[in-house]
């Protein structure tokens, strides 16, 4: 019996039967950005949805197709590119994140409207855009029946925090040994560089050496566990307001939402920060650094 979980990829029968045992729904984020050379770039977005796929399989719910399109180039993550990347093809699929966060207001509008009961929005991105992402749903929140919560998956990572004493990396040891567990496909540790061969390597992590596959299957499954409790709470949430009737929110309703509540916010985001000295002009990061002013 197939035990599919994956939107995209289900009979509209098999999505009628999962909504019905359970009315939650998972989105997921990522890009495609150097993580060393060791994985393949699009560990973010490839990460979160294959976690939030294991949690559908075990608890319930169902994994709306995975964004590969997030935030980068600007602000504060120009200035970490132009150290960490440098001028090499970065292969990233970015954009600016007040298209990033108008994008994730539709995705809420749409499962909404299907009648769903509780949303994870989980990135598998990090920087600041977390923080700003949890900012965004406790502000249209009000405006939807269905239960909002957004994280990065390594909130979830409880493993990763006390035995491996470093909940998020980037392309370390962490991140690696995540996707060499849920992709084994997407990790070859035989393109790590010499321990003494100068980097940066594509952003790889120092600790990347320590990457293991077990601490990976490990860290899923407590990432998994944890993902279903909170889904649990959020459906919980749900039955307790008592909603006999629901109108479904219109795509004009949503650009007024946009326009009055989220837009005046946008400013104190912290993807909308200009912090410390932009990039030299002749980096390619350089264009990209400052930030529009948006009214």
Same mark, same amino acid.
């Given at each position: ?70 935030? @980068? ?43 769903? @009961? ?24 009000? @405006? ?8 990065? !998956? ?33 990790? !070859? ?5 010499? *321990? ?33 409790? *909170? ?49 030299? *002009? !002749? ?6 650094? *400052? ?5």
């Amino acid at each position: 019996m197939r035990n599919e979980v994956r939107w995209e990829r289900m009979f509209p029968d098999e999505l009628e039967a999962a909504f019905a045992a359970c009315p939650g729904v998972y989105f997921t984020y990522g890009l495609c950005e150097p993580h060393g050379p060791q994985n393949t770039v699009g560990l973010d977005a490839l990460k979160a949805h294959a976690i939030a796929c294991r949690a559908a399989q075990t608890h319930g719910g169902i994994v709306a197709p995975p964004d590969y399109w997030h935030i @980068h180039e600007h602000g504060t993550y120009a200035n970490w590119a132009q150290q960490n990347v440098g001028e090499v093809r970065s292969w990233m699929t970015a954009m600016p994140a007040w298209q990033h966060f108008k994008n994730v207001c539709y995705h809420v509008r749409a499962a909404d409207a299907l009648g769903f @009961h509780a949303a994870i929005f989980l990135t598998g991105h990090y920087g600041p855009n977390w923080q700003d992402l949890k900012t965004l749903l406790e502000l249209i929140q009000s @405006h939807f029946a269905m239960r909002l919560y957004g994280l990065p !998956d390594f909130e979830a990572n409880h493993i990763g925090f006390s035995k491996q004493g470093d909940g998020a990396d980037h392309a370390g040891r962490v991140e690696t040994s995540l996707l060499w567990a849920l992709e084994p496909d997407c990790v !070859d540790m035989s393109r790590m560089p010499a *321990k003494d061969e100068p980097g940066p390597h594509f952003a790889m992590g120092g600790n990347a050496y320590d990457s293991d596959r077990r601490i990976g299957e490990r860290m899923v499954n407590d990432e998994v566990a944890w993902l279903g409790n *909170k889904m649990q709470g959020l459906l919980d949430a749900y039955t307790q307001q008592n909603i006999t009737e629901r109108q479904p929110v219109t795509f004009e309703e949503v650009e007024k939402i946009w326009t009055e509540q989220v837009t005046p916010a946008l400013k104190t985001f912290q993807t909308m920060q200009n912090t410390g000295e932009p990039p030299p *002009k !002749d980096s390619q990061w350089f264009r990209q650094w *400052k930030l529009p002013e948006l009214s």
